[in-house]
Protein backbone atom coordinates (compact mmCIF):
# COMPACT_ATOMS: atom_id res chain seq x y z
CA UNK A 1 0.00 0.00 0.00
CA UNK A 2 1.12 3.39 -0.87
CA UNK A 3 1.19 5.41 1.85
CA UNK A 4 2.29 9.22 2.48
CA UNK A 5 2.78 11.22 6.14
CA UNK A 6 3.41 14.71 7.05
CA UNK A 7 3.54 15.00 10.34
CA UNK A 8 4.00 18.78 10.57
CA UNK A 9 0.56 20.23 10.57
CA UNK A 10 1.09 23.87 10.91
CA UNK A 11 4.55 25.83 10.97
CA UNK A 12 4.55 29.69 11.39
CA UNK A 13 8.01 31.11 11.06
CA UNK A 14 9.59 34.82 10.60
CA UNK A 15 10.42 36.19 6.67
CA UNK A 16 13.84 35.28 6.08
CA UNK A 17 14.17 32.16 8.59
CA UNK A 18 14.78 29.17 6.22
CA UNK A 19 12.12 26.34 7.01
CA UNK A 20 11.80 22.42 6.65
CA UNK A 21 8.94 20.35 5.85
CA UNK A 22 8.71 16.82 6.15
CA UNK A 23 7.20 13.94 4.38
CA UNK A 24 7.71 10.35 5.29
CA UNK A 25 6.65 7.75 2.48
CA UNK A 26 5.55 4.16 2.84
CA UNK A 27 5.46 1.82 -0.37
CA UNK A 28 6.52 -1.34 -1.60
CA UNK A 29 7.23 -0.74 -5.62
CA UNK A 30 11.14 0.08 -6.70
CA UNK A 31 9.90 2.57 -9.15
CA UNK A 32 7.68 5.14 -7.97
CA UNK A 33 7.57 8.99 -8.05
CA UNK A 34 7.55 11.42 -5.58
CA UNK A 35 6.23 15.13 -6.22
CA UNK A 36 5.45 18.10 -3.70
CA UNK A 37 2.85 20.45 -4.89
CA UNK A 38 1.92 24.13 -3.23
CA UNK A 39 -1.96 24.97 -2.91
CA UNK A 40 -2.14 28.63 -1.67
CA UNK A 41 -5.72 30.24 -0.53
CA UNK A 42 -6.65 30.44 -4.00
CA UNK A 43 -6.95 26.75 -4.33
CA UNK A 44 -5.44 25.45 -7.02
CA UNK A 45 -2.85 22.77 -6.49
CA UNK A 46 0.63 23.78 -8.14
CA UNK A 47 2.88 21.59 -8.98
CA UNK A 48 6.59 22.54 -7.73
CA UNK A 49 9.11 19.11 -8.01
CA UNK A 50 9.18 15.14 -9.10
CA UNK A 51 11.49 12.54 -8.44
CA UNK A 52 11.98 9.60 -9.69
CA UNK A 53 13.27 6.68 -7.56
CA UNK A 54 16.17 6.26 -8.69
CA UNK A 55 17.82 9.42 -8.83
CA UNK A 56 18.45 10.16 -5.23
CA UNK A 57 20.36 13.75 -6.24
CA UNK A 58 19.59 16.81 -4.37
CA UNK A 59 17.96 19.50 -5.97
CA UNK A 60 17.92 23.42 -5.37
CA UNK A 61 15.99 25.77 -7.30
CA UNK A 62 16.06 29.62 -6.30
CA UNK A 63 15.38 29.64 -2.55
CA UNK A 64 13.51 25.83 -3.33
CA UNK A 65 15.91 22.53 -2.23
CA UNK A 66 14.46 19.05 -1.46
CA UNK A 67 16.51 16.11 0.20
CA UNK A 68 15.72 12.78 -1.32
CA UNK A 69 16.89 9.85 1.14
CA UNK A 70 15.57 6.27 0.15
CA UNK A 71 17.31 4.90 3.86
CA UNK A 72 14.84 6.95 5.42
CA UNK A 73 11.88 7.19 2.95
CA UNK A 74 11.76 10.54 3.35
CA UNK A 75 11.63 13.45 0.38
CA UNK A 76 11.92 16.70 2.58
CA UNK A 77 11.57 20.20 1.50
CA UNK A 78 13.13 23.09 2.44
CA UNK A 79 12.29 26.91 1.99
CA UNK A 80 15.10 29.67 2.29
CA UNK A 81 14.60 32.84 3.19
CA UNK A 82 11.05 32.25 3.38
CA UNK A 83 8.83 35.41 2.41
CA UNK A 84 5.21 35.72 2.64
CA UNK A 85 4.29 34.63 -0.53
CA UNK A 86 5.51 31.27 0.17
CA UNK A 87 2.83 31.06 2.98
CA UNK A 88 0.22 27.63 1.69
CA UNK A 89 -0.67 24.84 2.36
CA UNK A 90 2.11 21.83 0.95
CA UNK A 91 1.43 18.41 -0.12
CA UNK A 92 4.11 15.52 -0.56
CA UNK A 93 2.59 12.89 -2.78
CA UNK A 94 3.77 9.73 -4.62
CA UNK A 95 2.43 7.44 -7.07
CA UNK A 96 3.60 3.94 -8.57
CA UNK A 97 5.23 3.67 -11.86
CA UNK A 98 2.02 3.59 -12.85
CA UNK A 99 0.46 6.73 -12.75
CA UNK A 100 -2.70 5.21 -12.11
CA UNK A 101 -2.98 6.95 -8.93
CA UNK A 102 -1.44 10.19 -6.54
CA UNK A 103 -1.15 9.60 -2.80
CA UNK A 104 -1.38 12.58 -0.65
CA UNK A 105 0.03 13.20 2.28
CA UNK A 106 -2.68 15.76 4.74
CA UNK A 107 -0.50 18.89 3.70
CA UNK A 108 1.65 21.33 5.98
CA UNK A 109 -0.05 24.69 6.50
CA UNK A 110 3.07 27.22 6.22
CA UNK A 111 2.57 30.68 7.39
CA UNK A 112 5.22 33.01 7.17
CA UNK A 113 5.25 36.14 9.48
CA UNK A 114 6.60 39.75 8.30
CA UNK B 1 -2.14 26.97 -23.22
CA UNK B 2 -4.21 28.57 -19.96
CA UNK B 3 -3.99 25.26 -18.13
CA UNK B 4 -6.48 23.13 -16.36
CA UNK B 5 -9.81 24.98 -16.55
CA UNK B 6 -12.72 23.59 -13.70
CA UNK B 7 -16.10 25.31 -13.99
CA UNK B 8 -17.99 26.17 -11.91
CA UNK B 9 -15.69 27.63 -9.19
CA UNK B 10 -18.50 27.51 -6.83
CA UNK B 11 -21.64 25.15 -5.86
CA UNK B 12 -24.49 25.04 -3.81
CA UNK B 13 -27.01 23.41 -4.03
CA UNK B 14 -30.00 21.67 -2.05
CA UNK B 15 -29.46 18.23 -0.36
CA UNK B 16 -30.97 15.58 -2.97
CA UNK B 17 -30.43 17.92 -5.88
CA UNK B 18 -27.74 16.27 -8.62
CA UNK B 19 -25.06 18.48 -9.68
CA UNK B 20 -22.39 18.29 -12.73
CA UNK B 21 -19.40 19.92 -13.00
CA UNK B 22 -16.77 20.43 -15.78
CA UNK B 23 -13.13 19.90 -16.03
CA UNK B 24 -11.12 21.07 -19.20
CA UNK B 25 -7.52 19.63 -19.35
CA UNK B 26 -4.40 20.43 -20.82
CA UNK B 27 -4.66 20.07 -24.80
CA UNK B 28 -3.13 17.11 -25.71
CA UNK B 29 -2.80 15.73 -22.07
CA UNK B 30 -4.03 11.79 -22.08
CA UNK B 31 -4.47 11.18 -18.98
CA UNK B 32 -7.37 13.09 -16.58
CA UNK B 33 -7.98 12.49 -12.85
CA UNK B 34 -10.45 13.55 -10.57
CA UNK B 35 -9.90 14.36 -6.35
CA UNK B 36 -11.93 15.63 -3.42
CA UNK B 37 -10.79 17.60 -0.75
CA UNK B 38 -11.91 18.39 1.95
CA UNK B 39 -10.68 20.78 4.75
CA UNK B 40 -7.39 19.97 6.53
CA UNK B 41 -6.97 16.95 4.50
CA UNK B 42 -4.94 16.26 1.81
CA UNK B 43 -7.08 15.17 -2.50
CA UNK B 44 -8.35 11.68 -2.05
CA UNK B 45 -7.99 10.48 -5.49
CA UNK B 46 -11.48 9.10 -7.34
CA UNK B 47 -11.06 8.04 -10.54
CA UNK B 48 -8.79 8.42 -13.45
CA UNK B 49 -9.45 8.71 -17.40
CA UNK B 50 -6.81 7.58 -20.36
CA UNK B 51 -8.12 9.37 -23.24
CA UNK B 52 -11.85 8.43 -22.87
CA UNK B 53 -11.73 5.22 -20.73
CA UNK B 54 -12.47 4.96 -17.71
CA UNK B 55 -9.33 2.92 -16.50
CA UNK B 56 -9.97 3.39 -12.19
CA UNK B 57 -12.35 3.83 -9.79
CA UNK B 58 -11.93 4.35 -6.30
CA UNK B 59 -14.15 3.49 -3.32
CA UNK B 60 -15.21 6.62 -2.46
CA UNK B 61 -16.93 7.12 -5.94
CA UNK B 62 -20.29 5.30 -5.27
CA UNK B 63 -22.79 4.55 -7.51
CA UNK B 64 -24.26 8.23 -7.12
CA UNK B 65 -21.59 9.60 -8.69
CA UNK B 66 -20.64 9.32 -12.32
CA UNK B 67 -17.66 10.80 -14.20
CA UNK B 68 -17.42 10.99 -18.52
CA UNK B 69 -14.74 11.61 -21.05
CA UNK B 70 -16.48 12.05 -24.57
CA UNK B 71 -13.88 11.79 -27.34
CA UNK B 72 -10.90 12.11 -24.81
CA UNK B 73 -11.27 15.75 -24.10
CA UNK B 74 -12.91 17.62 -21.49
CA UNK B 75 -14.64 15.46 -18.31
CA UNK B 76 -17.87 16.10 -16.17
CA UNK B 77 -18.42 14.36 -13.29
CA UNK B 78 -22.17 14.27 -11.79
CA UNK B 79 -23.28 13.62 -8.71
CA UNK B 80 -26.55 12.60 -7.88
CA UNK B 81 -29.02 13.08 -4.89
CA UNK B 82 -26.60 15.18 -2.96
CA UNK B 83 -25.64 14.66 0.51
CA UNK B 84 -24.64 16.70 2.78
CA UNK B 85 -21.03 14.49 3.02
CA UNK B 86 -20.83 15.22 -0.31
CA UNK B 87 -19.59 18.94 0.41
CA UNK B 88 -16.07 19.38 -0.67
CA UNK B 89 -13.57 20.76 -3.26
CA UNK B 90 -13.57 18.68 -6.39
CA UNK B 91 -10.17 18.71 -7.90
CA UNK B 92 -9.83 18.15 -11.58
CA UNK B 93 -6.14 17.28 -12.75
CA UNK B 94 -4.29 16.50 -16.23
CA UNK B 95 -1.43 14.86 -17.30
CA UNK B 96 0.70 13.48 -20.48
CA UNK B 97 1.73 11.06 -18.75
CA UNK B 98 3.40 8.24 -20.66
CA UNK B 99 5.12 10.29 -22.98
CA UNK B 100 8.61 10.01 -21.19
CA UNK B 101 9.82 9.73 -18.21
CA UNK B 102 9.99 13.34 -17.47
CA UNK B 103 5.96 13.88 -18.01
CA UNK B 104 4.71 11.90 -14.86
CA UNK B 105 3.47 15.17 -12.98
CA UNK B 106 -0.17 15.99 -12.49
CA UNK B 107 -1.77 19.37 -13.27
CA UNK B 108 -4.50 20.69 -11.44
CA UNK B 109 -7.07 23.20 -11.63
CA UNK B 110 -8.37 25.15 -8.96
CA UNK B 111 -11.19 23.22 -7.84
CA UNK B 112 -14.78 23.35 -7.71
CA UNK B 113 -16.21 23.86 -4.26
CA UNK B 114 -19.59 22.18 -3.36
CA UNK B 115 -21.57 23.14 -0.69
CA UNK B 116 -24.38 20.68 -0.06
CA UNK B 117 -27.35 22.94 2.37
Known amino acids: AQKVTQAQTEISVVEKEDVTLDCVYETRDTTYYLFWYKQPPSGELVFLIR??????QNEISGRYSWNFQKSTSSFNFTITASQVVDSAVYFCALSDRTGNQFYFGTGTSLTVIP | DTGVSQNPRHKITKRGQNVTFRCDPISEHNRLYWYRQTLGQGPEFLTY??????LEKSRLLSDRFSAERPKGSFSTLEIQRTEQGDSAMYLC????WGFGDRDTEAFFGQGTRLTVV
Open chain 2, 93 to 96: ASSP
Open chain 2, 49 to 54: FQNEAQ
Open chain 1, 51 to 56: RNSFDE
